[in-house]
């Protein structure tokens, strides 16, 4: 594996919350997303999540508090913690986790994405 | 643990080589480190180790070709890979490994750093 530009990646796609696998490190994945809107309310049982900015602001809400993430800011979701990501203009973020996990976690919708597509 | 925005946490300290863990998701750490001039070569047994330059350009050096990373881009060095980054200016970067790895790896030299430092 070469290295990897990431505004060339996100030139690749224009799809939201459908994670793109770029990258991988042991059995942990590096993917980008591009956000927009409500995703749903779900939580992953078994790993946390680290949710990096690259351009815009998203917003993850937990149950008690909503975190504000801007570009250059970064966030890990504790396994097991109900979240709702969203953001209200589209926003670049990468998702650090172990392979394997689902968007969605412990919910199936029509946001449920396929899983280990690489770009 | 809450948000982590890497511009305050890179005005925390100006040594350069010396990673300071910023977030843990699961047993992995996101280092934080400034680097300028040459490090030495080393590799890690047991683990791939993940670089993203967030600001300035950085090389590493592998046996037979040199990555040049800019801003917005990463790499992901597999295990048992000797390898030598380098900076001719400051470069600012995030490391993504397993919580334990120490900096020069297989090697031990002036450059090796305290492990586990939060900042």
Chains 1, 2 share one sequence.
């Not at 459908?18 to 939580?43: C, E, R, T």
């Not at 680290?50 to 602001?57: C, K, P, Q, R, S």
């Not at 109900?82 to 986790?97: F, G, R, W």
Request: proline fraction near 3%; include cysteine.
């Amino acid at each position: 594996m070469g290295k990897v530009n990431f505004i060339r990646k996100f030139s690749m796609f224009t799809d939201h919350w459908s994670p793109k696998v770029i990258a991988q490190m042991n059995d942990y994945q590096f993917k980008l997303v591009k956000i927009k809107g409500d995703f749903i309310w779900h939580n992953h049982s078994d790993t946390d999540e680290a949710f990096i900015v690259l351009e815009g602001t998203m917003f993850i809400e937990l149950e008690n508090e909503t975190i504000e993430l801007n570009e250059g800011e970064m966030y890990v979701v504790l396994k097991g913690t109900d979240h709702k990501p969203y953001a209200i203009d589209e926003c670049k973020i990468m998702l650090v986790e172990p392979k394997g996990v689902i968007n969605t976690g412990n919910k199936t919708s029509e946001l449920t994405s396929s899983n280990d597509v690489w770009i």
